[in-house]
């Protein structure tokens, strides 16, 4: 069974970066399609982006595409998203999961997250 932990998170102006990370135990890391989730207060848990295996494959939710980067580094057991332009509706709790491709978590088994905060 993999475990994740998210980190990286942290409060930035609007227009900022952050580049979170999720460390995967075990050693089948690179045995699934992995994805980034974030869920804003008040609101449901939402997709935001997914990786292939190898990383040949991405996808992107519509509000994020052109400013978040999703990559992995197999030989580290660890998934980044890098975040650019930042804008405050960005702000929430970002947790990474395994996925079915293209955007369902492939487990009930959330980590802490690692929260994002963006302000004007």
């Known amino acids: 069974q993999v475990q994740l932990v998210e980190s990286g998170g942290g409060s930035v102006q609007d227009g900022g970066s952050l580049r979170l990370s999720c460390a995967a135990s075990g050693r089948t890391f690179s045995s699934y399609a992995m994805g980034w989730f974030r869920q804003a207060p008040g609101k449901e848990r939402e997709f935001v982006a997914a990786i292939s295996q190898y990383g040949s494959n991405t996808n992107y939710a519509d509000s994020v595409k052109g400013r978040f980067t999703i990559s992995r580094d197999n030989a580290k057991n660890t998934m980044y998203l890098q975040m650019n332009s930042l804008k405050p509706e960005d702000t929430a709790v970002y947790y990474c999961?395994?996925?079915?491709?293209?955007?369902?978590?492939?487990?009930?088994?959330w980590g802490q997250g690692t929260q994002v905060t963006v302000s004007s």
């Open positions: 999961n395994r996925v079915y491709w293209p955007t369902v978590p492939a487990t009930a088994a």
